[in-house]
């Protein structure tokens, strides 16, 4: 089981929006500002898709958005394409003696 | 623009030691600015936090596999080493190194391509 509770599964058309959530704790997601998120195409390496909560790296489309509240983060991509359908993964820096923990991962299918 | 490159014996017999070792291009292990981290993922399943090494050799391992683990620095090679005791079939997974830069900002930002590990006799 993860320390962060994703969705097992989601899909949408393309050009859709959707949106990707995360749950944590008081110890994870809700009391520090560093969740990621993490875009893997099957056999790839993931990729950085948001850090500390809403940042994209240099060269990440800005279809791609997160915010949090709480103890729930999330991730929503816009004007979705068949490119975006691959398993997406958060992560959060974790108080407890774990450091970092991750979801189980969501796999988005783009229809 | 950092590269990361894993290697190391892609099947290790249960009980035994797995290494593996990062090799790092583009920009020196020695630098400040960056930690370098192993993770696993088994096949199917998530991601798993290994553990991490700091620029200065300082090392932070997940808790649950603490006492099987050992992550290395070699400056001069700029490489990241991992050894992994007394290995079963859980640990069955294709392990990555990748970079994070901080101790609390622990976004892996850049990915090595990843070693497919068996466990297997």
């Known amino acids: 089981q993860s320390a962060l509770t994703q969705p097992a599964s989601l899909s949408g058309s393309p050009g859709q929006a959707i949106s990707i959530s995360c749950t944590g704790t008081?110890?994870?997601?809700?009391?520090?500002?560093?969740v990621s998120w993490y875009q893997q195409h099957p056999g790839k390496a993931p990729k950085l898709m948001i850090y500390?909560?809403?940042n994209r790296p240099s060269g990440i489309s800005n279809r791609f958005s997160a915010s949090k509240s709480g103890n729930t983060a999330s991730l929503t991509i816009s004007g979705l394409q068949a490119e975006d359908e691959a398993d997406y993964y958060c992560?959060?820096?974790?108080?407890?003696?774990?450091?970092?923990?991750f979801g189980g991962g969501t796999k988005l299918t783009v229809l | 623009q950092v590269q990361l490159q894993e290697s190391g014996p892609g099947l290790v017999k249960p009980a035994e030691t797995l290494s593996l070792t990062c090799t790092v291009s583009?920009?020196?292990?020695?630098?400040?600015?960056?930690?370098w981290g192993w993770i696993r993922q088994p096949p199917g399943k998530g991601l798993e936090w290994i553990g991490s090494?700091?620029?200065?050799?300082?090392?932070y391992y997940n808790p649950s596999l603490k006492s099987r683990v050992t992550i290395s620095a070699d400056t001069s090679k700029n490489q990241v080493s991992l050894k992994l005791t007394s290995v079963t079939a859980a640990d069955t997974a294709v392990y990555y190194c990748?970079?994070?830069?901080?101790?609390?900002?622990?976004?892996?930002?850049?990915w090595g391509q990843g070693a497919l590990v068996t466990v297997s006799s």
């Open positions: 500390d909560v809403s």
């Open positions: 992560s959060s820096f974790s108080s407890s003696t774990t450091r970092v923990v």
């Open positions: 008081s110890s994870d997601v809700g009391s520090y500002n560093y």
């Open positions: 583009g920009g020196s292990i020695s630098s400040s600015s960056y930690y």
């Open positions: 090494i700091s620029y200065s050799g300082t090392t």
């Open positions: 990748a970079r994070h830069p901080g101790v609390y900002a622990m976004n892996f930002d850049s």
